[in-house]
């Protein structure tokens, strides 16, 4: 029988807030404090957060553990309540650095025009569509700039982004991907002897992430249906870009690097929806599998999948002609044997630290490289498996498609494009049935 990768168990962006050891009194992790001028024009980084949920959350604590000369000064999210759970959670471990008062702690759709306006770096950590736009406005207004996964849900979305990447590079600015495999020290070395050719040609990938669902917030009564789906952006796609851009990018980024940022010339899939149903679970595929193939004749076998009770992994295996490695548990296996020995770091809090050390010393970090072209390889996985075709990387990443509304055009008194039907469900793509535009939106039963 052929060894499997372990199931990996790690800290990850949800829990991070629940599990962080990071308190009132910081434990600062090796960051420079160098006193340089910052954008403010003085010794102190003001920091915002557009999104309020655990993933922001998560980068705010981490960035008040970067030094002692970080203030949160500024919060958004569509949802008051958001706001003051995540400020009043990160004011008890900073007390004294948690200075984002009444009066910069912003709701709707259009705080985030504010945080920009009051911070020198922004975090960016919310529903997935509007990442390209904060990041694109940051960047315009000189402002360095975090932001999560996925950096884009559609080729229109991901092609904003990197040209917020190109001008991020012009302006001088930082824009760190939370992509944060790249900044894994344990990965890093594994990946210099891929690249050494320590496996040979690299001949097919299997790359996994399963696991059970995103969380479901109870519908409350207060909420609008479009409220509900904001609160669960997660399980719509509209919000999201559903489970290929917005969970296998991890594993899609990792498989970028290891093939020295090779593109795939094309790419199928299947997927569907098999055990998540009813109220709250939106419109997203609960299994998908996409297969790429290189113009190297590299094959990259990925799948997802967010079901209860189920087998769960979110390693890789990179097979070579002269070995393969289990790249989750920084393993080489083959004609030669090797196996990371050394200290691992936090990627999470490295990442971070590597901005704030890049705005202190006046060095900008840029992650346009791969973070953009990363993402655009999950959004030709996901529609391949929704429309069922045979997708080309070239042809989609030019695509006009983008899901309805656009960032722009998105508002809290709006019809939601998706809506359900009498039993709580959504429609769902039908591979080989539905058009690219109905995809796109609105959709109805």
């Not at 019809?415 to 995809?439: A, M």
């Amino acid at each position: 029988m052929k060894e499997q990768a372990a199931p990996q168990s790690s800290l990850t962006r949800r829990t991070f807030l629940e599990k962080s050891a990071v308190g009132t009194a910081a434990v600062f992790s090796g960051a420079a404090l160098a006193r340089g001028v910052h954008a403010a024009g003085s010794d102190v980084i003001r920091v915002g957060m557009i999104g309020c949920g655990g993933r922001c959350s998560g980068a705010a604590a981490q960035a008040l553990n970067a030094g002692p000369d970080v203030r949160l000064v500024a919060m958004a999210d569509v949802f008051e309540a958001k706001v003051n759970a995540a400020y009043e959670n990160l004011r008890a471990r900073a007390p004294d650095r948690v200075v984002a008062d009444a009066d910069h702690r912003f709701t709707g759709l259009d705080g985030y025009r504010k945080v920009i306006e009051a911070s020198d770096v922004v975090l960016i950590a919310c529903a997935s569509k509007f990442h390209p736009m904060y990041a694109e406005e940051a960047v315009k207004a000189g402002k360095h700039v975090f932001v999560e996964k996925p950096h884009g849900i559609d080729p229109v979305g991901v092609r904003r982004m990197q040209a917020a990447c190109d001008l991020a590079e012009e302006k001088g600015l930082s824009l760190v991907s939370g992509l944060q495999s790249r900044f894994d020290v344990g990965w890093q070395e594994t990946m210099k002897r891929i690249h050494d050719g320590i496996i040979g040609d690299i001949v097919a990938v299997q790359a996994m992430f399963l696991r059970g669902p995103y969380q479901v917030m109870a519908r409350k009564p207060e909420h609008s249906e479009l409220q509900f789906q904001f609160w669960n952006w997660y399980h719509f796609c509209w919000l999201s870009g559903d489970d290929v851009p917005q969970s296998l990018v991890h594993n899609m980024d990792r498989v970028t690097w290891a093939l020295q940022e090779e593109m795939p010339e094309w790419a199928f899939g299947l997927g569907g929806r098999a055990a998540s149903f009813g109220e709250g679970l939106g419109d997203m595929y609960d299994n998908q599998t996409v297969v790429y193939e290189y113009p190297s004749g590299a094959r990259v076998y990925a799948m997802c999948r967010t079901q209860n009770g189920t087998y769960g992994n979110s390693g890789d295996i990179i097979m070579g002609s002269k070995g393969v490695c289990y790249l989750g548990q920084k393993r080489i296996k083959g004609e030669t044997n090797w196996k990371f020995e050394g200290q691992q770091n936090d990627p999470y809090q490295t990442e971070i630290n590597t901005l704030m050390d890049s705005v202190r010393k006046g060095t900008p970090y840029n992650s346009g490289n791969h973070m953009a072209k990363s993402t655009m390889v999950t959004v030709l996985g996901q529609l391949a498996v929704y429309t069922g075709q045979a997708l080309r990387f070239d042809e989609v990443s030019a695509m006009d498609f983008a899901y309805r509304p656009l960032p722009e055009e998105a508002t809290l008194t709006m019809d939601p494009p998706t809506l359900p039907d009498p039993t709580g469900n959504y429609p769902l793509p039908k591979p080989g049935i539905s058009s690219l535009e109905w995809i796109a939106g609105p959709r109805r039963p």
